[in-house]
C-alpha cells in the first residue's frame, strides 16, 4: 500500500512538468528511506535534467549517506541512453540505490525495456508495474506518439441545445480588406469561465488545428490569452491558398504550419507551409506532419467538416463537447460520433462533456 502512495505522489510530480517537458515525458520521482521521503522531483523543461536527476539533487546534504538504502519511485523507466542529458540509470548506479520501483516501460525506441535491463544487470532490485495504468495515463500524450506514430488529438466543440454549432448566417461575409476582417466574430455558446478553460487547454498541448472555413469566419488568434502558458504551435488547413497575409494565423508571432495542395510556396522564420493531398487520406496525412515536427499533441477547434473528417477516419483520442444554454433552430449541425463518456461537469450554465475513443481505462 506504502509503494502505491509513493507512486501516486510521483505521478502528482509529474504533473507539473507536463507541458514544459514536451516532447519529452513528464516523470515524477521519489526517494523513500524508512518511510520517509528524503528526495522528489520531476522533468524539467526540455533539455533540461530528467526527473531522478532532479530527485537525488534536491536530497539535503544530511540525508546524502542515506541514498543507496533508499527505494527509488519513478513513474517511467529511467532512460539509457544519451540523448540531451546523460543517461538516468549511470546516475542511480553511480549512487548504488539498490532498489527502484517502475510505474511503467519507456515505449521510446531508445529505451523501451533496456533502461530496467541495465539497472538488473547492475545488480538493482527493480519493480516493475506499480499503477502502471495511471502511469501510462499521465503520458499518454508521449505514450500515443511513440506507440501509434502520431499525436495525441484531442476535438474540441461547443454545440447549442439543439446541437448546432453556428447559426444559419444571413449575410455571407467576404474577404474584402482587414477591417471586415477584424469585425468577424464567432458566436459564442459558451460563458466566460467555460473559454477560459479552452485557453487553459490551449497551454497544455503542442498544437492547435482549424480547418480554412474557421480562419475566413472568426479570424482566430489561436493563442493563449486567458491563461498563463506557452501557446501551441499553430496549424491551419488552407488547400488552394484562400487565408491571406492579412488574418491573424499568419501574424507570424506564433510557429503556424499552414497545409495546403500548393507547392513551393516560402517559408519564413514563423511560418511554413507543408504540402499534402486533401483526400481520403486527410487526417493520416496531418498526423504524419505533425509527427515528423515533434508534436506529441494536438486539440483541434473546428469547423465542423475538418471535426468529422477526423471523426469519421476514428482518428481522436478525445472529444471535449461544451453546451450552451442557446437554441438556434437551423445552422450548422454538430459533428456525429460515437464515443464513451468519461467526464461531466457544469460550468455555471454551460455543460462539458468528454468522451474517449479508447478502452484503456477509465481516468483521464
Known sequence: MHNEIYMQRCLELAQN??????PNPSVGAVLVYNGRIIGEGHTSPYGGPHGEVNCINSVKQEDRHLIPDATLYVS???????????????????????????????????VA?????????????????MLEAKCRESN?????FHEKKRPYIILKWAESTDGYLSPQKTVAL??????????????????????QLVHKWRSEEAAILVGTQTVLDDNPQLDVRSWTGPDPVRIVLDRTGKVSDAYHVKNLKIKTIVLTEQRD???LENLMYETVLFNEALPHAIAAVLYKHNLLSVIIEGGRQTLQT?????????????????????????????GRLIHKQAIQDNELLIFGNYDQHDNI
Open 174 to 195: 467576404r474577404q474584402t480588406h482587414v477591417d471586415d476582417m477584424e469585425d468577424k466574430k464567432p458566436v459564442w455558446i459558451t460563458n466566460q469561465y467555460s473559454r
Open 113 to 129: 525495456g533496456n533502461g530496467i535491463k541495465k539497472l538488473r544487470e547492475a545488480g538493482k532490485n527493480v519493480t516493475v508495474g
Open 140 to 144: 499518454k500524450r508521449f505514450f500515443t
Open 310 to 338: 477526423f471523426i469519421d477516419a476514428g482518428m481522436w483520442d478525445e472529444a471535449r463537447v461544451f453546451k450552451g444554454p442557446v437554441t438556434f433552430g437551423t445552422g450548422t449541425k454538430a459533428p456525429q460520433f460515437s
Open 17 to 22: 512538468g507536463q507541458r514544459a517537458a514536451m
Open 265 to 267: 510556396l516560402h517559408n
Open 76 to 110: 517511467l523507466e529511467p532512460c539509457s541512453h544519451h540523448g540531451k542529458t546523460p543517461p538516468c540509470c549511470d546516475l542511480i548506479i553511480q549512487h548504488q540505490i539498490k532498489n527502484v520501483v517502475v510505474g511503467t516501460k519507456d515505449p521510446h525506441e531508445k
